[in-house]
């Protein structure tokens, strides 16, 4: 068995938090796509390239599934009974429709515009497949996956679910007609967003008309990271394209967008928590022995049980 660890720290966190405008480490273009099961076509950003991995702490990965025509099918696609321990998945859907069960009675259906926030901590049984008249109509799908880590003193806390749908999702319309930030988890401008996280997080999804401007002040401890879905835009006067991710240093705390055209946007930030990583494949610990365990869990049923 090959356990993979590492130690996510906090880049240049000790560094005073100033005002100015935050420093960009990278631009990086999206990788090449993969299936994920067979219904999800995905950039998986942080597998691709470890650097931006290593600088989004608490975030563990970001897989991106851009626009893709789904033809008609009777047996939906997805991804069949699968286990996760020690962290959280964040699905946000902009096109099609997701059925998502798991073995703590957990479930549900997200569809344009909804987010599906799913804590695995101390052990799940789950499976995504696209939603069953979704699949027979076929049609255009779009959406993202977060995995976002736990802190070890709530790694095996009990699993929940939570169905986050889009009319309750905290929204600020930009000033001079410049878009809209709707607010997913954090705050943004005294709007709260209705996730409930376990740790300092910011997700947001930000809209923006041709020449539209946004301003975010995060923490200059807080990692960030912005993915650009659609659109042209420049990030403190460095230009960033579609399905470019920019991440940043821990340097500064403004920073300012401004849309050469319609624009499509994914921002995360967070708190980085500052303890070892141990992940083997769908369990993300403190230790190797805390992955052993968590093999054996699943192994005699402690996860509970699931139909494929």
Do not use: C
């Not at 906090?10 to 990278?26: K, M, P, Y």
């Not at 997805?78 to 699905?91: K, Q």
């Not at 399905?243 to 500064?252: K, P, T």
């Amino acid at each position: 068995m090959t356990i993979t660890t590492t130690m996510q720290t906090r880049t240049g966190a000790t560094r005073a938090a100033q005002s100015e405008l935050r420093t960009i480490e990278g631009i990086y273009r999206a990788p090449g796509l993969h299936w994920v099961g067979d219904g999800f076509r995905v950039a998986g950003f942080f597998s691709a390239i470890p650097e931006a991995a290593r600088k989004l702490n608490p975030f563990l990965l970001l897989d991106y599934h851009p626009t893709y025509e789904y033809s008609p099918t009777a047996r939906p696609r997805g991804v069949g009974v699968h286990p996760h321990r020690g962290f959280e998945t964040v699905t946000l859907a902009w096109q099609g429709s997701v059925a998502h069960h798991d073995s703590a009675g957990g479930g549900g259906v997200i569809g344009p515009g909804d987010v599906q926030w799913m804590t695995a901590a101390s052990g799940i049984l789950h499976k995504e497949v696209h939603e069953e008249s979704y699949a027979r109509r076929g049609g255009p799908f779009q959406m993202a996956q977060l995995w976002v880590n736990l802190p070890k003193a709530h790694k095996m806390s009990p699993p929940r679910y939570q169905s986050i749908t889009s009319d309750r999702m905290g929204i600020v319309t930009l000033p001079e007609n410049s878009g809209s930030v709707r607010v997913v988890a954090g705050e943004y401008q005294g709007v709260k967003g209705p996730a409930q996280t376990f740790t300092k997080i910011d997700v947001f999804d930000v809209r923006l008309n041709a020449r539209g401007k946004v301003d975010f002040t995060f923490p200059a401890r807080h990692n960030l990271g912005l993915l650009v879905m659609k659109g042209d835009i420049a990030i403190n006067g460095t230009h960033a394209a579609a399905h470019d991710l920019a991440v940043f240093e821990n340097a500064g705390e403004r920073s300012l967008i401004e849309a050469g055209s319609e624009a499509h946007l994914l921002v995360l930030s967070g708190e980085p928590i500052d303890e070892p990583i141990v992940q083997y494949g769908p369990f993300v610990m403190n230790s190797a022995q805390e992955i052993q365990q968590a093999f054996a869990d699943f192994a005699s049923g402690k996860f509970g049980h699931l139909d494929d």
